[in-house]
């Protein structure tokens, strides 16, 4: 075949580093709570961040599975995300 996929070592998309970079210092003060449950309003979120949060907030939520916490609940209405830990 004419495409054939190969790792790329040392390579990085300086902007989508730059705003996990950021995202996180939320995951590391989540999983430092040490709480079961943890409800954070998006002011919160924006004070811990450094900037403010939007829909693209929503695509890195997965990665707070690393830090042993599930993105549980996101309300635009009450602006707060429930954060859960992993048993």
């Excluded at 730059?18 to 995202?23: G, S, T």
């Excluded at 943890?38 to 403010?52: M, S, V």
């Amino acid at each position: 075949p004419l495409l054939q996929p190969f790792p790329i070592v040392g390579f990085s998309c300086q902007r989508g580093e730059e705003v996990m970079d950021k995202v996180e210092k939320l995951w590391r003060s989540v999983q430092e709570s040490g709480v079961p449950v943890l409800k954070l309003t998006f002011a919160e979120i924006e004070e811990i961040l450094g900037f403010p949060i939007d829909h693209a907030f929503l695509s890195y939520k997965k990665n707070s599975l690393a830090y042993g916490y599930e993105v549980k609940k996101i309300s635009l209405k009450e602006k707060t995300v429930v954060f859960c830990q992993q048993i």
